[in-house]
């Protein structure tokens, strides 16, 4: 299985937490990206994204979708499915786009000391 996760390069917080997934899911590609004209490139701005052999996700469902089929034990691979399930993932969604949209202001909570993001 192939499992790929692109994060915004540009972002403190994400670089951070993408290196807490890659611990979480160590068979994970893990994938500084940028803005750009594919795929990763027009979403990376606005939401992480995961690639699972050729299927896409984003946000929340990008992290459930690694965990799922990633995850370095059984627990992580079980809160993977809790993510996804109907009653779930709208929060899941919803606690996302907050930090995602506060990224910038969390990076120096986990040491980030940078973030080229404009807001």
């Not at 009653?87 to 969604?93: T, Y």
């Not at 990224?103 to 973030?115: D, E, I, N, Q, Y």
């Amino acid at each position: 299985m192939k499992l790929e996760f692109y994060f915004d390069r540009d972002c403190g917080f994400c670089q951070v937490s993408a290196g807490v997934l890659s611990r979480l899911c160590p068979g994970t590609h893990i994938v500084p990206a940028t803005p750009g004209a594919s795929y990763v490139g027009k979403n990376i701005s606005h939401s992480a994204v995961a690639r699972i052999n050729n299927s896409w996700y984003q946000g929340a469902n990008a992290i459930a979708s690694i965990l799922e089929s990633g995850g370095r034990n059984s627990g992580l691979r079980f809160l993977g499915r809790a993510l996804k399930n109907p009653v779930l993932a709208p929060f899941a969604g919803i606690i996302y786009r907050v930090i995602a949209l506060n990224r910038h202001r969390l990076g120096p909570l986990v040491g980030a000391k940078s973030c080229r993001l404009d807001h």
